[in-house]
């Protein structure tokens, strides 16, 4: 079976799945606690599955919230090297677009938020990516949908109010993920996109 | 006769990702650190992020190389322990998720240690120091007296009403433009400097306040470098010097007072990261020799931070049946005492 695991973004999702199929998973939105509830989740659906021998980790490395996807990845990382299993990273806008893929054959613009009054934006045709992964403001994000009569979908359509969204569940969904990690497998390096804030800082008790 | 627990302890509080295989019986049988000095090196100090970022990076690489050189499996640990803080919460969540995960998929209790907890514990992993035992903690981000009562029991006596001993090291390093790290290389220069060339305050001492304060000394010590137009080598050796004497004199001042506010301890101990400099040491044994006390300091190697503290508190803490549940938090604070009273200052630090 193939574990699925995303904290990318305002959710903690993990699911098995056989091929595609997905048999058990668990999908809790949440803004923040993350570290604290995805390792319990993981174990409901092993329970559930009654402890399944795990073949394959998929985990969504970014971009996204950058405690986020440091979670996932380093709990991906770990039970890959316990379970001495491989574990593939695959990109929050490739599986949103494979998402999208199912409902529309226009160009799709994948739009997450990446606060701070800007998104994270990618735009593909088809499962294709046309361009790479940047930081921009929501104007911006809707020029690149009306110079490319794209759809939108992800975390980020909510600030582009005028354009055309899909009703496509805007988290990375384990269906897809098992695709992507099929399509456009990535390492576990996160998709950070953007560079860390510099301010230093020591450890208070 | 039981056989003795192995346990694998990681930690990831501030700028060292490290993870080390300890026994029960003492025998530490492997151990790595690694440092992310050069990332944060021009920065000045270390940025969140950026240690953050290097942990995910460094910690499962890390454990696979500990286990393959001490020849064991994952299976062979008894335990898992991990740093669940005080400390830069991103990379103590790195360090803690992680060890769920493992726990996880090995089958294996988790313990969830305080940072401040491995170090107090340190120095029974290389001595055998019974409990109680007047404990000085003194890192860059602590500074505190504590009487160890036992494996999660603390009398905290004296904590920092500003900066850390370490931080002051650092800031004065910065301000002398040796670079990182501080502390080793105030140590380094002091050693061709005059001590008595420049006076400096020592906050604090001789007052009946229990406290440290270093933030007036570092002041003292901007406002002297500011009275050079440039600084010779000579010169910074002096500071240096001068500095690291203060320093050394409050901690002794503040441990005596300690001492004879407590009682009925037989052994003074120093953990911590400020616990690997000289003079530091050198005083506090002559301390401890005046009122005829046993002195303790883990072997350098142990005082910066490291994975075989945390090992060795879950070991201690296994051996009395502590473990924690999959749903233990990270804390960026976690008072040893938390009964301790808040210091005059110090505010949410202490």
């Given amino acids: 079976m193939i574990l699925t695991i995303d904290t990318a973004l305002d959710a903690c999702t993990v699911a098995l799945l056989k091929h595609e199929v997905v048999a058990q998973m668990v999908h809790e939105p949440m803004t923040r606690g993350h570290a604290d509830r995805l390792v319990p989740l993981i174990n409901t659906v092993l329970d559930l599955a009654h402890n399944p021998h795990i073949d394959t980790i998929v985990v969504s490395i970014g971009p996204g919230s950058f405690t986020g996807l440091r979670i996932g990845i380093a709990a991906a990382r770990a039970l890959g090297f316990a379970w001495n299993v491989p574990v593939i990273g695959v990109s929050t806008m490739a599986a949103l677009a494979l998402a999208a893929r199912e409902y529309n054959k226009k160009p799709v613009l994948v739009v997450h938020d990446a606060k701070r009054g800007h998104v994270y934006v990618q735009l593909f045709d088809g499962t294709d990516p046309l361009s790479g992964i940047t930081v921009e403001t929501p104007p911006l994000a809707a020029d690149m949908v009306t110079a490319h009569k794209a759809v939108v979908v992800g975390t980020g359509a909510a600030h582009l109010p005028e354009v055309h969204t899909l009703p496509v569940n805007p988290f990375p969904m384990p269906r897809f993920m098992v695709a992507c990690a099929a399509n456009h497998p990535l390492g576990l390096e996160p998709l950070y996109v953007r560079p860390p804030d510099a301010k230093t800082q020591m450890p208070k008790h | ?350």
């Fill in chain 2, 1 to 350: 006769m039981t056989r003795d627990a192995l346990i694998l302890g990681i930690e990831s509080s501030c700028d060292e990702t490290a993870a080390a295989l300890v026994r029960s019986d003492k025998t530490i049988l492997a151990h790595k650190v690694a440092g992310q000095l050069a990332a944060h090196q021009p920065y000045g100090g270390v940025v969140p992020e950026i240690a953050a970022r290097a942990h995910v990076e460094a910690l499962t690489p890390l454990i696979a190389e500990v286990l393959a050189e001490a020849g064991l499996k994952l299976d062979d640990v008894d335990a898992i322990a991990a740093t669940a803080g005080p400390g830069l919460i991103g990379g103590v969540m790195i360090g803690l998720v992680t060890a769920k995960a493992l726990c996880l998929a090995a089958g294996k209790p988790l313990i969830a240690v305080n940072h401040l907890e491995g170090h107090a514990l340190s120095p029974r992993l290389t001595h055998d120091v019974p409990f109680p035992y007047l404990l000085l903690l003194v890192s860059g981000g602590h500074c505190q007296i504590l009487k160890v009562l036992g494996v999660g029991r603390y009398q905290r006596l004296a904590t920092t009403i500003d900066d850390a001993a370490g931080e002051a090291f650092d800031k004065v390093a910065k301000m002398l433009g040796l670079g990182m790290p501080g502390g080793p290389l105030v140590e380094a220069h002091a050693i061709h400097g005059n001590k008595a060339r420049f006076a400096l305050p020592r906050p604090l001492t001789g007052t009946k306040e229990p406290h440290f304060s270093f933030a007036g000394l570092k002041s003292a010590v901007a406002r002297l470098v500011a009275g050079f137009e440039t600084l010779s080598d000579q010169d910074k050796a002096d500071i240096a010097a001068s500095f690291q004497a203060a320093v050394v004199d409050c901690l002794v001042d503040r441990t005596a007072r300690a001492l004879a506010a407590c009682g009925d301890v037989t052994t003074l101990v120093v953990a911590g990261g400020v616990a690997a400099n000289g003079p530091v040491r050198e005083a506090l044994q002559q301390l401890a020799d005046r009122h005829n006390l046993t002195f303790v300091a883990p072997p350098l190697w142990l005082c910066g931070d490291n994975g075989a503290m945390i090992a060795w508190a879950g070991a201690e803490r296994f051996g009395l049946g502590m473990i924690d549940p999959m749903s233990v938090q990270a804390r960026p604070r976690w008072p040893l005492d938390p009964e301790a009273e808040s210091a005059r200052g110090a505010g949410v630090k202490a």
